[in-house]
Nanobody, 120 residues
């Protein structure tokens, strides 16, 4: 059973925007903290943004003010709106979920990655 399906990556120039989507199963959407991670070549995976069950959001310092995480209850879908993209945002982006927390960086559920490339 596929529980998280990510989409929306692509190639953009610096300063551009992309919106990532992640369709979640009903169980995950209703019972988990949802979030996005990314991993650039040669770098460690890092948390980008989280959204709690009550809608509380948190962001990595590197994306604050540029990225917005949200979710659509009618569609069981998680989003990441990315504006003012920089070349350093280039990475594989993964949606993830956990019944408890994403802070540990080891969530129980992972979506497949979607590639984001930002050219200067």
């Amino acid at each position: 059973e596929v529980l998280l399906v990510a989409s929306g990556g692509g190639s953009v120039q610096a300063g551009g925007s992309l919106r990532l989507s992640c369709a979640a199963s009903g169980y995950i959407y209703n019972n988990c903290v949802l979030g996005w991670f990314r991993q650039a070549p040669g770098k460690e995976r890092e948390g980008v943004a989280n959204i709690e069950r009550d809608g509380t959001t948190s962001y990595a310092d590197s994306v604050k003010g540029r990225f917005t995480i949200s979710k659509d209850n009618a569609k069981n879908t998680l989003y990441l709106q990315m504006n003012s993209l920089k070349p350093e945002d280039t990475a594989m982006y993964y949606c993830a979920a956990d019944e408890w927390t994403l802070v540990t960086g080891t969530p129980n559920y992972w979506g497949q990655g979607t590639q984001v490339i930002v050219s200067s």
